[in-house]
């Protein structure tokens, strides 16, 4: 299926610490936790997909902090904000992804998984937390591909929805570049590619000099 698509709640302080950093030896500085690596749980089909984009060269998996990450940048970890996709402390209940870029086709891959805290119809993903994570991997592509941007308009079509616990594949591009606006296309197809869950277009903005992109 992935050739197919190739081709065409806080808990305690201590617990939160735990969490969002990585083992290090004692007296070291503790290095903060890539959440774009596999956990316990990830599905089956996550799993598979993340280990066939991890053989194929022509994609990158990108890092994933829970704090302010840019591309090519350390993470800045002040222990005030979130990054509101990795707002939670508790692998599985909210938003599981993983994003992959390929450089020289202007495009994201996201392997996205909604947990039972994502919940808007009984049993299925909430249409805010699906605009959420397609806004991500479309900036994320963007932003690797034309730096950093912001987004003015995103249209998003909902064709099926998308299942608690599902496995479904954001496949996010760039279209066209005209001088700071920057267009893009997503569809959001399930894993096996059978299903068409989501279409979107995007417009995103490059601030000028010395705007936002100074402060990012």
């Not at 799993?47 to 990450?69: G, I």
């Not at 390929?102 to 996205?112: S, W």
Request: some cysteine; glycine content about 8%.
């Amino acid at each position: 299926m992935l050739y197919r698509i190739l081709r065409g709640h806080r808990t305690s302080a201590r617990a939160q610490s735990d969490r969002r950093f990585s083992a290090a030896p004692c007296c070291a500085k503790p290095e903060p936790r890539d959440y774009s690596l596999p956990n316990p749980t990830w599905s089956p089909d996550t799993k598979r997909l993340y280990e066939e984009l991890s053989r194929d060269r022509s994609w990158r998996r990108l890092p994933s902090y829970d704090s302010h990450h840019r591309a090519g940048m350390s993470p800045e970890v002040d222990g005030k904000t979130r990054l509101f996709t990795r707002n939670l402390d508790q692998d599985g209940v909210g938003f599981e992804y993983c994003i992959f870029y390929n450089e020289a086709e202007k495009r994201t891959l996201c392997i996205f998984q909604p947990g039972p805290y994502t919940e808007g119809p009984k049993g299925y993903t909430h249409g805010g937390c699906i605009a959420a994570i397609i806004d991500m991997t479309v900036g994320t592509v963007i932003e690797y591909s034309s730096g950093v941007s912001v987004t003015a308009n995103l249209n998003i079509n909902y064709r099926n929805p998308i299942p608690l616990g599902a496995t479904v594949l954001i496949d996010c591009r760039v279209e066209k570049v005209d001088g700071r606006k920057v267009y893009s296309s997503c569809q959001v197809r399930s894993h096996d590619d059978a299903v068409l869950h989501n279409e979107a277009t995007a417009l995103f903005i490059t601030p000028k000099s010395g705007g936002l992109k100074a402060k990012l």
